[in-house]
Nanobody, 128 residues
Framework: DVQLVESGGGSVQAGGSLRLSCAAS????????VGWFRQVPGKEREAVAG????????HYADSVAGRFTISQDSAKNTVYLQMNSLKSDDTAMYYC??????????????????????WGQGTQVTVS
């Protein structure tokens, strides 16, 4: 069975750091692109970061560029989102998702949740 499991969320003070993990089973991140999204109740889900299959071509939303880093451990089939200098605006439920995209399409659509076919259950991040 295909499964994505996020972990690492929690409560942190503004300026602090968290590292989210997304472990995949049933498929490989060397074949699928991965995205991190976040959602606040009452608002649309927004893309935070994306990584092309195998760990290439990271993309970031403007709101997190320079503070968040997406990376991949192929041996563990796990993707990470290192979040530094956290702000209260970063408070949200964070989801990882996987998509099968070719390079040109990935570059243009990595931020579109409709491109992603596998989703995790989410992990809550609260910054106070």
């Amino acid at each position: 069975d295909v499964q994505l499991v996020e972990s690492g969320g929690g409560s942190v003070q503004a300026g602090g750091s968290l590292r989210l993990s997304c472990a995949a089973s049933g498929f490989s991140f060397n074949t699928y692109c991965v995205g991190w999204f976040r959602q606040v109740p009452g608002k649309e889900r927004e893309a935070v970061a994306g990584l092309y299959r195998g760990g290439g071509g990271p993309h970031y939303a403007d709101s997190v560029a320079g503070r968040f880093t997406i990376s991949q451990d192929s041996a563990k089939n796990t993707v990470y989102l290192q979040m530094n200098s956290l702000k209260s605006d970063d408070t949200a439920m964070y989801y990882c998702a996987a998509a099968f995209l070719l390079p040109n399409r990935y570059r243009n659509t990595w931020h579109m949740q409709t491109e992603y076919i596998y989703w995790g259950q989410g992990t809550q991040v609260t910054v106070s």
